[in-house]
């Protein structure tokens, strides 16, 4: 059989990405401002992320293919606050406290193996290097999870 030109060859990466290393977090949430109790009484079950999110990301071992990863901050930390909208509507906000002049983008979402996926995004300077961090918020309130290192050959960081 012969081989048509381009058969066989690994997939180009379409995003221009060099290199991953898988990480894993840890740390502890402090709740801001008690869930609700529904009208019945009965309290509020589910995820409930408002306050202040303390971890720490290790990389995981043997767990990618970036050499000279560099290594992860001391401690990561971000809060969450409800806010009105214009129109009164009531929306979660996520402030990354570590360094606030990195770019970043944070978001919380219900599900994940807790009760809270958090999603941390942190981008270099230049863009090429992005932190991707997931802890998990258990009822207990500790945070586990996982997240990742990137590396790109260009810039991943859009407004």
Not at 44 to 72: D, I, Q, R, V
Not at 109 to 117: A, H, I, K, Y
């Amino acid at each position: 059989m012969v081989s048509s030109p381009g058969e066989n060859l690994e997939p180009t990466d379409m995003l221009g990405r060099e290199c991953t290393t898988e990480l894993t977090t840890s740390g502890s949430f402090v709740q801001s401002t008690p869930p609700p109790v529904h009208e019945d009484g009965t309290p509020y079950t589910g995820c409930w992320p408002l306050g202040t999110w303390t971890f720490t990301a290790a990389l995981a071992p043997a767990m990618g293919s970036c050499e000279n990863t560099p290594a992860p901050l001391a401690q990561y930390q971000f809060k969450v606050e409800e806010k009105l909208d214009a129109m009164g509507d009531a929306y979660q906000q996520t402030t990354y406290l570590t360094d606030p002049g990195i770019r970043y983008r944070g978001k919380i979402s219900q599900g994940g193996d807790g009760l809270c996926e958090g999603e941390l995004d942190l981008f270099s300077a230049d863009g090429k290097e992005v932190w991707i961090l997931k802890p998990e918020l258990y009822a207990d309130n500790h945070l586990g999870g996982s997240g990742e290192y990137q590396r790109f050959n260009k810039d991943q960081w859009i407004e």
